[in-house]
């Protein structure tokens, strides 16, 4: 039976807030093998029953069924839409009408009719207290309402009410952009919390990204020195009359009794002086004092349909810990970002504090070291007015474990809960095998990326720095969308580098940038300038392919087509004979070669440096040809065959071996594909070698560890590779695993092996760029691959790679035309292969190491040097084969 099980909007299941129309998309279903698509009709209206439509396209003969971008009708302001589509399959079958999407439409077009008015004064720019703003409105009693939106944003963070109740279910809206030119509002439906008559509209605001302290350097200000709001209600009535209400000087303000909010730090509250009731139209509101407009170029505000951070999960406390210095510590059991909320009872100006933190240290004592000036401090002061339940707001902490400081009566597990946040992302990625410390690594991944992903992708959620280095983001950012739709996640975070990039075309080494001009005390940084580092700055190229790669989204490229090409230009304008490098660069960053008291790995910065260039630079000429710049693409394909020429001359010796005797210069080397064909052998059995002088272990940091397994799988040595990521000694990601990390960390060995810490200066234990190696068990392990002729998993590449001893593995990707699945088990001598194809896609299966196959289930494999490999289509297939005895399983009965 055919079906269309979801349509998607830009990626998302519904879009609240858009100011285009989205790109459209759906999953198929059929029971059947080899189905493809042969036709669409999708309609589009404003009523659930499609009695109107405000578009038809009737019926189009194509096989397209994602990124379909529809220009054929003018969308409504603060109108919501819904859309059905069914299809037709080559074998003739026909769906019914799909489940409906939804989205709703910003304020497109039309003017702000509303100002940014802020509660606050110039004298206030130092302070961290959140302020209060408040408007009573009517609502026409004789006629009835139809629908009703605000759209809001702020400078700071916001969160809005209505007759005393809380608009939307978003935190630490509206997100960190770049401000000036880049600034986010949202869009909620009202229409059911409005009353017929008296209404008050509320806000509280807070420091936040905007005006809070920020940076390792603990500046504040960077884009102004006052919250603000901007909110605009559209009411629209049955009869077609229309009524705004918006933020302008008619508001008033007060404090809150939020005194202290800053992202670092914490939050005081002292409920004793909540202004019980401000939220309800009649509080009495004669003493708030007047509001100021802030002036503020609007021309910046885009709409955001989704990706909003939101709370995600509840755990339970999980244990409840006496430290021996006689600390009362909460153990949650998981490295996370977000805030305890608790319950307690007590007296008027009773207090409860809690610090947060990652780690125990040897001893069993509270560890706050490595949280540098960050004092992840909440403080609440008691009303005495019974059961009072209460988190922050306005900050949230990175920890595992919470010291209980003060705390009104017993202290009781029960009372606190720990919430869990971050950027809304739908799971696509699930991993499990018969190796528990594999599967740990995989959870740990996972929370890294859950704790990191906080509306920009973050380099750790605890300490004075929390910044959107681009290396990080970069390196990992594969990983991530294995695991999670990232698609709207990393669009918006691209926009930002695309503005804060230098009118050359350079990248800040953070996005958004709040280093240029803030860093006098940071030696490296003031001598070596904030932008345009390797391997960094190149997230302004791989990200936006590797978003094509996985979601076959063309828009973004086409937004950061001009700010990719600005940055290979950037390489080429400081290049030398079409060698590059530039002022300060990280390099290898935090490798294991690097010399005593350095964080520079021994891998030299201009054949790294060169490496990204030849990467970004083919990257960037394959995006010319995918948006059809043919001129572009041409002299970028040949700008990149004179660097990896150029490569070859200056990294390589007359005899044919690297000039740098190091395990990552070895590692760019094949995977950039810069080693002569000639000598990719001699390359890889030298990685080897560098590999087993270390006995076996990685001395690798944050450009050469990701690519490690897929050097050496790539190259004939997958026992090698197996091996590199089985180690559980120091160093290796099972170090960190055995050690009972629940996240990765920052330092192979940020706790080591006597329990003494790494350097304090720099010692996350939520980390994830280490964590880049998740990319190599979807992509190897399990086999699912994406295919860039045919992006999106249109055409999947199904290629596992058995090994490590392991006798089963299973794996399951969401892509974008629906579950990738793939599982292999060792199993009597035998491999047995399952996998499975969505509807409207095929698939290449590569098989590697083997014998003979012993069932083919029909598809037709061809045997060659590379192996066995045959063409499928949609559906169920199971594969039986004998691999050969280089193939190293656990054979189960």
Known sequence: ???????????????????????????????????????????????????????????????????????????????????????????????????MAQFVTGLLDLPWKGTFISAETLQDKANSKATLLRKVFSVTAEKKVASAYVHATALGIYQL??????????????????????????????????????????????????????GFSRHRNYYGEQTALLCQLMIEYEDGSQQSVVSDLSWCGSDSARQFAEIYDGERYDASLNRQGWQQPDFNDSAWRNVSVIPWEKNALVAQGAGTIKQIERLPVAALIVTPQGDNVLDFGQNMSGWVEFRVRGKPGDNVVLRHFETLDACGNVYLDNLRSAKQLVEYTLSGEGEEVWHPRFSWQGFRYVKVEAYPGELNPNNFTAIVIHSAMQATGQFACSNPDLNQLHHNILWGLKS???????????????????????????????????????????????????????????IPDILTGHCSQDKFLAEGGTHSATGWADAAVINPWTMYLMYGDKRILQNQYASMKGWVDFMQAHADNDIWRYKLQFGDWVALDAQEGSYFGATPEDLLCTAWYALSTSLFAKTAEVLGHEDDHRYYSALQA??????????????????????????????????????????????????????????????????????????????????????????????????????????????????????????????????AVGEWLYRTVAGIEADESAPGFKHVMISPLPGGQLSWVQATYESIYGEIAVKWQAINGKVAMTFRIPANTTATVKLQAVKEIENSDGLAFRRSDAGWSATAGSGEYRIDYLPDDSVDLTFTD
């Open 452 to 510: 990191n992903f906080v509306d920009v992708p973050t380099d750790c959620p605890q300490r004075d720095e929390r910044l959107g280095w681009t290396g990080d983001a970069q390196i990992f950012c594969r990983t991530a969308s294995y695991l999670m739709q990232t698609r709207t996640f990393f669009a918006k975070w691209l926009t930002d580098l695309k503005y804060d990039q230098t009118p050359e075309g350079g990248v800040p080494h953070v």
């Open 642 to 771: 004179r660097i990896v020429k150029r490569f070859h001359a200056r990294f390589f010796t007359p005899e044919g071996n690297l000039t740098a005797q190091t395990q990552t210069a070895h590692i760019v080397a094949l995977c950039f594909d810069l080693t002569p064909v000639t000598l990719r052998q001699r390359v890889a059995d030298r990685l080897v070698a560098l590999l087993n002088e270390h006995d076996g272990h990685l001395v690798t940091g944050f450009l050469g560890t990701p690519y490690f397994c897929h050097a050496l799988s790539q190259n004939g040595r997958a026992k090698e590779a197996w091996a590199l990521l089985l180690k559980d000694d120091f160093p290796s990601w099972l170090y960190q695993v055995k050690a009972g990390a629940t996240t990765v960390w920052e330092h192979w060995d940020g706790i080591k092996p006597d329990g003494s810490m790494w350097s304090a200066d720099m010692n996350s234990f939520n980390h994830y760029a280490y964590g």
């Open 161 to 214: 009410f209505l007759n005393g109740q809380r608009v939307g279910t978003d935190e630490l809206t509206p997100g960190w952009t770049s401000y000036r030119y880049h600034l986010l509002y949202q869009t909620y439906d009202i229409t059911g919390l409005l009353n017929s008559g008296e209404n008050v509209v509320g806000a509280e605001l807070g420091a936040g990204w905007f005006k809070g302290d920020m």
């Open 1 to 99: 039976m055919l079906s269309v099980s979801q349509l998607t909007l830009n990626g998302e299941t519904a879009l609240t807030g858009v100011d285009r129309l989205p790109l459209i998309g759906w999953k198929m279903q059929s029971t059947q093998r080899n189905v493809l698509q042969r036709s669409w009709h999708l309609q589009c209206s404003t009523r659930t029953d499609f009695s109107t439509l405000a578009f038809d396209s009737g019926v189009v003969n194509s096989e397209t069924s994602n990124n379909i971008e529809l220009n054929e009708f003018t969308l409504r302001p603060s109108t919501r839409y819904f859309l059905r589509v069914r299809i037709t399959a080559n074998n003739g079958e026909r769906s019914e009408w799909s489940p």
